[in-house]
């Protein structure tokens, strides 16, 4: 399973746009780029999912390089209740057969007023 | 629509005593099912997941255990509880291409655990 890495933390103010990177160098053919959004005492929740270039909805944007070794959560002006933890997750989808999903430590994002 | 329950929200053990933790899930049939743990200020920790009846996979060996009796049952025990399991159980369920072809992963309410 590819490993993951993102920033422990960033900081932001309303209104602006936040940008928060994950690295996945063994990213394999079959995987698919998903990013999840946590509050406290929830479980974390679906944002946005791709495969190479850009997707985009109503909430996100996610831009994936050529060689699919990173990728970009975009969030377009955080307002405070934004603030939450960020995972990026890399693996195969769910009608490729079982798998197992680990999340690594995620990007925790602070919005100030 | 699928949904999913886990049970007990909250729970506060003694050491040594035992631990059971139930989820299921309605409105989806053989979904894959995992149970993470979330310790204070930490982030989510893989401890079983399950494709089947019957059919548990262990990501970190520890005091704890999973079964899956029912399709959309799963449980999580302990005989022993330790100070270290103390966290944020959550529960999942992922379908197969049966959810918007995206294959996420849908969490329980969770569970907060305090062993004294």
């Known amino acids: 399973l590819a490993k993951t890495t993102q920033p422990i933390s960033m900081d932001s103010y309303e209104g602006q746009e936040v940008n928060i990177t994950c690295s996945h160098n063994?990213?394999?053919?079959?995987?698919?780029i998903t990013w999840y959004q946590q509050f406290p005492s929830q479980g974390p929740r679906f944002i946005i999912q791709?495969?190479?270039t850009k997707v985009k909805n109503e909430v996100a944007s996610l831009f994936i390089p050529a060689d699919r070794k990173s990728s970009t959560l975009s969030l377009p002006r955080v307002s405070l209740s934004d603030t939450a933890v960020y995972y990026c997750?890399?693996?195969?989808?769910?009608?490729?057969?079982?798998?197992?999903?680990?999340f690594g430590k995620g990007t925790m994002l602070l919005v100030s007023p | 629509s699928q949904t999913i329950h886990q049970w007990p929200a909250t729970l506060v053990q003694p050491v040594g005593s035992p631990l059971s933790l139930e989820c299921t899930v309605e409105?989806?049939?053989?979904?894959?099912l995992y149970w993470y743990r979330q310790a204070a200020g930490r982030g989510l920790q893989l401890l079983f997941y399950?494709?089947?009846?019957?059919?548990i996979s262990s990501e970190v060996p520890q005091n704890l255990s999973a079964s899956r009796p029912q399709d959309r049952q799963f449980i999580l025990s302990s005989k022993k509880l330790l100070l270290s399991d103390s966290g944020f159980y959550l529960c999942?369920?992922?379908?197969?291409?049966?959810?918007?072809?995206?294959?996420?992963?849908?969490f329980g309410e969770g569970s907060r655990l305090t062993v004294l």
């Open positions: 791709g495969y190479k």
């Open positions: 063994n990213i394999a053919t079959n995987d698919y």
């Open positions: 997750l890399v693996g195969p989808r769910g009608d490729s057969g079982y798998s197992t999903l680990t």
């Open positions: 999942a369920w992922r379908g197969l291409a049966l959810v918007a072809n995206t294959g996420e992963l849908f």
């Open positions: 409105g989806t049939s053989n979904p894959n």
């Open positions: 399950s494709v089947g009846i019957g059919q």
